[in-house]
């Protein structure tokens, strides 16, 4: 029987008992656990691909083949029993993958940030020694923000703050500390210890979180800090430091009389103007450009779902039922790569990706699961020919999709060592029983830019690097791919052994 040795990287055939050359590391923060096994995940079972990527792949390989191409035909080696697909399958993944663009579609018409402007003043009282501030702040119209540049009063009260504010560092996932380098970041800020808002305010603003996200239901929103930037300010492209329960972040301008620069999401370019607000998910990448002269401040908000949400917006409804129709009709089984990055321990979810989830467990003929994944991809194109690049073109492209969730970065960096040393039920060792058999299974997405983090360029994809700030010992300090996977419910009188895989397909081998 062919196995998986570890041994400095190589794959090679096993004779002995299984060897595992990872030290184990109990005193290693998750975060870099997790970036590890990354490097090693290949020693773990294949669960499918990611036509998605596929299909994007040849469209770019396709676009750069010569007009005439003669193409190199090679024996192509025996297929993997676990990757041939009977007409059913195929049937089954073209059919998938149309109503996947249907949800496509949907999700297309809703944006991962809104802005806008309060409607009323909103009370602020700082109490930090050397930024004293105790008054109502009015909402400036959109149309006098240029104006503001020569509010001298509001250009000195933002100087005053920012004399007085702390250093803002950033949060440096990789090597999980909190660091304080202006190359990164260039900042001050206030706690929220430190200042208070009103609670109307607060009522306020989960009212446009409600108004503007779906699923538009309860959350609560939390003070953070009011963040400060003066001349020279500035903070790379990051995401948002991810926290359980966290699904958006909430920023209300207190002052924008500053010049050039200035916060930026998808793009665009924000203001901090008085009541001028931006909302976004925390796994959104967003920056500030370097301020070429002056100050801007904003409060940053947390938002955060209540455990026990009842209400629902009008149009969170009348997406579900739209999402719904389509969910019931995709045949299972199937994969979908979530839009948000979650930590490990994620049980709830966020935006689109809470509606569709919540809509295919309520498809009464199935089972769904989440599970982190790592994915995988090659490819490779061109012609060999030395005089004629439309001689011997070739390409080629595949994905790989794999597990990762905690039983198998415990598996990968040494914590966890199997009793079994060819690896039967490796599944169920690593704490997924309901994985045991599943091969081949398709892994669609609705936008990969979004589903996937690359972590390198066309190998592997998942971990944020850079946030506000590090969680050294919190199991939800670095963003992952999530998927919703979808099963077949098992039939009438299946035991647990059966609904398990316990077959011994399922032996480690990759």
Known sequence: MKRLTRKQGSTEEATGPLTLVAPPHEDIPTALRIMRAIEDVRYLPRLGDCPTKDAIQEKIMRSREPRVVEYEYEDEPEEDNSRKRSPEDTKRREHNAELVEQLASIRAKFRNYATGYLDAPFHLRITRPGCEFDDSIAPFPPELRLSSRCNETLQALLKKWFEGAAVSG???????????DEEVRA????????????????????????EHFVPGSDVRAEPYKIHLYGPGGHFQSHRDTPQRGLVGTFLLGLGDP?????FVIDGQSMGAGPGEWCAFYPDVPHEVHRLYNGYRASIAFKIFRKPSATGEAAKTREVRAQVLEIVKKLEAPYAILLEHKYGLSTQQFSGFDAIMTECARSVPSVRTYHIPVVVTSYASWGSHHPNNSSKDWHMGCSTNVFPFARGYIDYLTGHRVPSDPYLRRFHTFCGCPWLEGVRDLPFFSLDLSLSTLPIRENERETCNLLGNEAQEWEEDSVYLSFALIVLLAPAPGTSNDDLDGSDGDSDGDS
């Open 170 to 180: 950033y949060g440096d996932v990789q090597e999980q500390v909190t660091k304080v």
């Open 187 to 210: 900042a001050r800020e206030i706690p929220s210890s430190e200042f208070e808002v009103e609670p109307e305010l607060l009522r306020r603003i989960e009212q446009i979180w409600c």
């Open 258 to 262: 500053s010049w050039g620069g200035g």
